[in-house]
């Protein structure tokens, strides 16, 4: 008798950079684990055809009322032998077998009207929904993915019953990044530090902005490249450097392709970020992987992720993070190449194909394929 193939439903529903992290998770992870070929059948849930991959399209939104009530009967005509949300916004009804992807518990520490773009009642709605579709995720997956210990940890301490069904599954940088391009050749034309990201009440943008002004007074030509979505965030963005009279000293860019992302990272002093809570930090790990210097704030997981291969500061602290963005701007050409060979160096230590396999490892755990992790 023939063995049949296990099926694996994997919800693509964020694929590709439109999605920013989430996307590029989706994409990468997804890519990886084809690219391995398992003897598993997978199948894509996603908005459209995603070439390579047997794709069920559906419109149903991520985090919309239809992912609640609709999503359940569609998975049920699928009838997966194993569900992987790539998301925490999993139907809470559910009822199936499935593995989530857990990348952070922002919602839990950051809230209130400022952090979202809903009106009050949606919003304070919306958030008891997440309350409730987290605590099922953590309480039914069969396995609980995340991207750090700090994560994992921050998942123990809110649901502790989890704790046997986590498994680290780290990021990486996409190859683009690790390219050699042509020596010389930079997109701007001015020395710049770099963030890229979401504009978020959490990611402490403002905090950037406020030393960019203060180390312009000595440093006149240097700039802060702010690379980030046009969303509702965006526009406050725009109205907070306008407020701090900031216009000389900051430039906004949209979200760009990976080769023109790799080539601002490399013509940078830095990337930099003050960040209050990061589940993993992939931005630092794609900078450093097209040789630029890193500095980080030193809160939740970005001492994990970047180790000893950036710089930290308090991001509470305007004068140490002032200092340390002097400091690199007088770094010495050969204690920068030392930098930037152990940074490129430490980033290859993480690999998609590692996380792949991992991520199939869990699979064929929940399957019974292997002993259980």
Known sequence: MENRQNKILLDCRFWGPSHTGLGRYTQ??????????????????????????????????????????????????????????????????????????IHDLIKHHSRGLATTTHWPGTYWLKRWGYQLVMKRAAAAAKKILVPSSWVKQDVIDHY??????????????????????????????YDYFIYVGNAYPHKNVIQLIKAMKILARDNPKVKLVIVTGRDWFYQRLRLQITQLKAQAVVKLKDFTSDEDLRRLYHGAVAFVTASFFEGFGLPGLEAMAGRTLVLASRRTALPETYNGAAWFFNPDNLNELVAKMKHLLTLSPAARARKLKRARDFCRHYSWEKTAQKTLDAYESCLGLRPRQ
Request: no cysteine; proline share 11%.
């Open 160 to 189: 502790p019953a989890a704790k046997e069904k986590i498994v680290i599954t780290p990021e990486a940088a996409n190859a683009t990044y690790f390219k050699t391009g042509k020596a010389g050749v930079k997109l701007l034309p």
């Open 28 to 101: 990468e992870l997804v890519t990886a684990m084809v690219d391995l070929k398992p003897k598993l059948k997978f199948l894509a849930l996603a908005s459209k055809k995603i070439p390579g991959l047997e794709t069920v399209v559906t419109k149903i939104r991520p985090y919309s009322y239809a992912e609640q009530w609709q999503l359940p009967g569609l998975i049920k005509e699928i009838n997966p032998d194993l569900t992987h949300f790539l998301n925490f916004n999993l139907p809470f009804l559910f009822p199936g077998p499935f593995v989530v992807t």
